[in-house]
């Protein structure tokens, strides 16, 4: 079971909106730590998409936002895209465990 | 351009060694903290080990501690893995993992990624 929880999926139809939220505790997000998110394609590495809670690295168009607010986070992409389906993990650091953290998953499907 | 190149993987009998490496290219290797984060088949990411630029600092995560050691050679742009002991659990993929900035914190994030090396653990 992962430190961060995260859903297991979400889905919606090109154009539309989603949010994966990201749940931790009082260790991790709700520490102050920030809260990052990957964007992961098929058969391929992990890829940064929001760092430090709320920044998009250079070339990840804005249809990618994050938040953060007490122990959550959560990620939000609006006018879904077909290439948007991809797995997305949040990942912080947790100061019981003294090491990063990684929330489990969320499979996205664009319908 | 950064690039990181793991290789090593393959596969191996429960309580036998494996050594991982990654080649770093395109950036000065010597000013980062690096890390090994792994994949296991259909799984999420878990975080293995940092080590910091001048090998001063390094940590593991619970479930490879004293089992897994992390080292670097920075004449050679290149980062280490050596598991003993190897465990059925620990079949993954195993990326290399750079810290975005020089100067490491807590609040960082992977940045960039290699593209990674498979290790399976069976009998």
């Known amino acids: 079971q992962s430190v961060l929880t995260q859903p297991p999926s979400v889905s919606g139809a090109p154009g539309q909106r989603v949010t994966i939220s990201c749940t931790g505790s009082?260790?991790?997000?709700?520490?102050?730590?920030?809260v990052h998110w990957y964007q992961q394609l098929p058969g391929t590495a992990p890829k940064v998409l929001i760092y430090g809670n709320i920044n998009r690295p250079s070339g990840v168009p804005d249809r990618f936002s994050g938040s953060k607010s007490g122990t959550s986070a959560s990620l939000a992409i609006t006018g879904l895209q077909a290439e948007d389906e991809a797995d997305y993990y949040c990942q912080s650091y947790d100061s019981s465990l003294s090491g990063w953290v990684f929330g489990g998953g969320t499979k996205l499907t664009v319908l | 351009e950064v690039q990181l190149v793991e290789s090593g993987g393959g596969l191996v009998k429960p309580g036998g060694s494996l050594r991982l490496s990654c080649a770093a290219s395109?950036?000065?290797?010597?000013?980062?903290?690096m890390n090994w984060v792994r994949q296991a088949p259909g799984k999420g990411l878990e975080w293995v080990s940092c080590i910091s630029s001048s090998r001063s600092y390094v940590d593991y995560a619970d479930s490879v501690k004293g089992r897994f050691t992390i080292s670097r050679d920075n004449a050679k742009n290149s980062l280490y893995l050596q598991m003993n002991s190897l465990r059925v659990e620990d079949t993954a993929v195993y990326y290399c993992?750079?810290?975005?900035?020089?100067?490491?914190?807590?609040?960082?994030?992977?940045?960039?990624w290699g593209q990674g090396t498979l290790v399976t653990v069976s009998s």
């Open positions: 009082r260790s991790n997000i709700g520490a102050g730590y920030d």
């Open positions: 395109g950036f000065t290797f010597s000013s980062y903290s």
């Open positions: 993992a750079r810290f975005p900035l020089p100067a490491a914190t807590r609040e960082d994030w992977f940045d960039p």
